[in-house]
């Protein structure tokens, strides 16, 4: 499938092709934290299948918990997350759902990271609900 993203500001874009049974919401803590959220979802596009159309994003290495280095690409101007990836000669792009134009029609597919997830999270659909604020 093929999807373009930008983030909130603009400044960074691109194109990629994705496989929608691919999708996947991680609860562990670093995405908590790079999301600012109780879990993050993501898509992966192969090196070969993106392209950075404008912009370039900003990449923060770190060190996950198994040692690995992921590269973490953000709008340097915006901080709008835009991927993850090896720290050196990616072959993977984990595309950050949220700025994805496409993302209503990749439901995800599993859930990574479980043991990590905030109790409250597997609760949200029982929730009131209010369509939008005014």
């Not at 373009?4 to 603009?10: E, F, K």
């Not at 192969?46 to 770190?62: C, H, N, Q, S, T």
Request: proline residues 6%; positive net charge.
């Amino acid at each position: 499938m093929k999807v373009h993203g930008a983030c909130h500001c603009g400044a960074v874009a691109y194109e990629a092709e994705v496989d929608p049974a691919r999708v996947t919401v991680c609860h562990c803590n670093d995405c908590q934290s790079f999301s600012g959220a109780a879990f993050r979802a993501s898509v992966p596009a192969k090196a070969e299948d993106l392209r950075i159309v404008r912009g370039a994003p900003k990449v923060y290495v770190k060190t996950a918990e198994n040692g690995n280095r992921r590269a973490q690409g953000f709008c340097g101007d915006c901080g709008s997350p835009i991927y993850s990836a090896a720290a050196e000669g990616a072959k993977v792009y984990m595309l950050r759902l949220g700025i994805v134009a496409e993302r209503d029609r990749l439901p995800p597919q599993r859930q990574i990271w479980c043991e990590a997830a905030l109790p409250w999270s597997r609760e949200l659909l029982d929730l009131p609900k209010i369509e939008k604020q005014s």
